[in-house]
């Protein structure tokens, strides 16, 4: 199995993608063991992290192979090509930025790129991308995922925004590959006190609830 095989098949089983926005890079790493702690193994450091770059170097030092660490919020190819030079082992972008897929893919890592409508799935699709992210996902919801896979059944979606505990199974039932799980899972109240054990113990409950 190929190195982008096996990060492929990670990011889809048990197929959560934590979106982590931290107050400071230093905060990441500890972050990062309470998700993998409680079943969550994906972790998007997004570039309005302050020094994500170096949040991105340290929490895959912390994390020795127990979890993926990818960027998000990449918009362009200079932002791209320095986080996988800092380890990014995904790349996610919230726009559809189609000179990222040759980028990622010559360093083995996936992408994931963003559209709403279903021309601009299937762009991202044709382009060559792994995933299509599907985003804001919270003013679509599940059925629009549904309706848009109908003809479209080829799309590998992973919607973010307005994923939760009640909305992730449905999420999934309408044929998503992963999910991407933000303020639901890291509370802004949690990362200010730096509650770590209240993350660890939602991030169970989402795996448990995903699984069932």
Not at 151 to 157: E, W
Request: charge should be neutral; hydrophobic fraction near 45%.
């Amino acid at each position: 199995m190929s190195a982008s095989t096996e990060i492929l098949a990670r990011l889809t089983n048990p197929g959560l993608i934590a979106v982590v926005r931290a107050r400071s890079d230093t905060q990441v790493p500890a972050l990062a063991e309470a998700l993998v702690a409680g079943g969550v193994i994906c972790i998007e450091i997004t570039t309005t992290t302050p020094n994500h770059l170096a949040a991105i170097r340290e929490t895959r030092r912390r994390l020795e192979g127990r979890g993926l660490v990818g960027v998000g919020t990449i918009l362009d190819p200079a932002g791209c090509e320095a986080a996988l030079q800092a380890g990014a082992e995904f790349v996610v972008s919230p726009i559809s930025r189609l000179d990222l897929v040759p980028l990622c893919h010559a360093a083995g890592k996936p992408v994931m790129l963003g559209a709403y409508t279903p021309s601009e799935c299937q762009r991202v699709h044709e382009s060559g991308a792994d995933f299509v992210k599907l985003f804001p996902a919270d003013t679509l919801g599940p059925s629009y995922v549904r309706a848009l896979r109908a003809p479209l059944p080829h799309l590998r979606i992973v919607p973010t925004g307005g994923v939760d505990l009640q909305t992730a199974p449905e999420f999934l039932r309408a044929g998503c590959v992963a999910l991407g799980v933000g303020s639901s899972l890291l509370k802004a109240d949690w990362l200010l006190t730096e509650n770590w054990p209240a993350i660890t113990a939602l991030a169970k409950q989402f795996v448990e609830t995903i699984r069932r």
